[in-house]
């Protein structure tokens, strides 16, 4: 069953994930904040929430928008081209669509 009678094939859905940045890592991190300098960010976690609803055009079509919020990308890494200075990635926000056709 659908999420309306009217619709019923289409779906909808919700997801959370999230991942700690061990100690280890952490420290290593630290150990490059004592050579390079306290600009270096020490890495914590990674969140991502994902939205996504798959609606039936038709019988054998569906389109399927979805949205994805990254806070902290790579636990807080410095950006490739800015390393020693200690500028962070920058959360990410995407958007996507998906279209199948079956025939």
């Given amino acids: 069953m659908g999420l309306a009678d009217a619709r019923p094939h289409d779906k909808f859905g919700v997801s959370l994930a ?7 890592v952490q420290a290593l ?3 490059f904040q004592a ?12 969140a991502l ?13 569906t389109s399927q928008p979805n949205f994805q919020f990254v806070r902290h ?3 807080g ?3 490739r ?4 200075a200690g500028v962070h990635l920058k959360d990410a ?10 025939f």
């Fill in 18 to 24: 999230y991942a700690h940045v061990s100690p280890n």
């Fill in 29 to 31: 991190d630290r150990d």
């Fill in 35 to 46: 050579i390079i300098g306290s600009n270096w960010p020490i890495r914590t976690s990674e």
């Fill in 49 to 61: 929430l994902t939205t996504v609803y798959q609606y039936e055009v038709r019988s054998g079509i």
């Fill in 73 to 75: 990308p790579g636990g």
């Fill in 77 to 79: 890494r410095p950006t």
């Fill in 81 to 84: 081209s800015m390393l020693c």
């Fill in 93 to 102: 926000s995407v958007f996507g669509l998906r279209t199948v056709v079956k």
